[in-house]
């Protein structure tokens, strides 16, 4: 069994209103010098072992495909 | 300037419905062997330098009162 994990973060130049209200929250809370906050998905995807070699490749393809919307978010694969 | 990062996921016990949705699509799109797929939150927290220090083992704090629901999430924290 494999483990591949996919981040999906809004593009830096997009505004992210979520991570703001959040960083707000944070400073009501009273926690001090939080200078940002962005907020994304992580997608954990369990690949079975004969499918493993050749899920890798594949996986930045996945991630183009339906995980991330290519306008306005990045992503980052990885597999252990 | 310290980056700290929150990662929230469902409780393993906690059916993800989005994720099986996803398991699915991808399955439909001919990737084979994905055998499950969950879908947390990744919280990238932008603290300055004076506060990181102090900022670290409030980082857990942060994620318990704020980031994530204690009752159907847990979250794992990092900091660089």
New interface residues.
Partial sequence: ?ANARV?V?LKPEVLDPQ?DA?RR??ER?G??????????????????A???KE?AP?LAK?AD???ANPVTEDFEVSID
């Fill in positions: 069994m981040i973060r991570g959040v929250a944070l809370l926690f001090e010098g939080v200078k940002g906050v962005r907020i994304g998905k992580i997608i954990e995807i369990e690949i079975d004969q499918h493993a899920a594949k996945m495909e339906l995980l």
